[in-house]
């Protein structure tokens, strides 16, 4: 069953992106005035690199808001332009379809919500450069160095949520972004005693790392919603670094 799965995951990762343009050549009479523009390359077709999936191919019960698609974000603006589905290495997109089924098997309805997955560098030097007025030990544990890069650049690293059935997401105590230290996983055990947290805030807290943690994705101690496939210096050494959106896409010819 897994099998299939993959293959058919595999087979969707071919489907063809950013088509459009197509039939404006259609109707061309002979004896229309031609006013030539020079050929387009942002209308040919483009292939996702073979190295990533989409992941709600993988399963299509995971749900995406790609806070970087739009303006909701720490930055007020939209950081992807082309970047339109949470994209991973497959091996990790294949292994988030399992925290799915997982948390399925736990609690029927509940969903996995993604906030952000593969990003390139270039975006992650804009995150960094934007957060200038941290002292640099602050600045590390918000947005990674682009110098030694992130598990994100590399679609090895996750930021998500928990959906409930009517698509509400669970209360966290903090939300995503949230550079306070409230929405540190170190810290959680001390506001869980101080009363900052909830117990169910806790506990939703608590599920959302034991489904992830059951596929092995490390939780980062400073972002509740933040998780590793691996280390970095395996990521470095298995995957491909994506650079710029660009870089995400192949053209098909
Ligand atoms: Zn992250």
Not at 226 to 237: I, L, V, Y
Request: hydrophobic share 40%; with cysteine; charged share 25%.
């Amino acid at each position: 069953m897994m099998q299939l799965r993959i293959s058919i995951c595999f087979l969707f990762s071919l489907v063809l992106f950013g088509c459009h343009d197509a039939t404006s050549d259609h109707a061309k009479s002979p004896l229309t005035i031609e006013h030539k523009k020079p050929a387009q390359n942002h209308s040919q077709p483009l292939l996702l690199n073979p190295d990533l999936l989409d992941v709600q191919l993988c399963n299509a019960e995971i749900q995406i808001e790609l806070r970087y698609t739009t303006a909701a974000n720490f930055l007020g603006e939209i950081l992807y332009t082309k970047i339109k589905k949470a994209y991973l290495q497959k091996d990790v997109a294949e292994r988030l379809a399992k925290v799915q089924d997982q948390l399925k098997q736990r609690h029927p309805g509940y969903k996995l919500l993604i906030y952000d997955a593969l990003r390139p560098v270039d975006v992650q030097q804009k995150m960094w450069d934007a957060l200038d007025t941290l002292a640099f030990s602050e600045r590390v544990k918000f947005v990674s160095n682009p110098k030694n890069l992130s598990l994100h650049n590399m679609g090895a690293a996750i930021d998500l949520t928990i959906i409930d059935a009517e698509g509400k997401p669970l209360d966290m105590g903090a939300d995503f972004d949230d550079i306070r230290k409230i929405a540190y996983p170190t810290h959680e055990s001390a506001f869980l005693r101080s009363g900052e947290l909830t117990a169910k805030q806790y506990a939703n807290r608590s599920l959302l790392r034991n489904v992830m943690k059951s596929q092995g994705f490390r939780q980062l101690p400073t972002e509740w919603w933040h998780f590793n496939a691996c280390s970095r210096e395996e990521a470095k050494k298995n995957y491909t670094v994506f650079y710029t959106e660009n870089d995400i896409f192949v053209n098909r010819f």
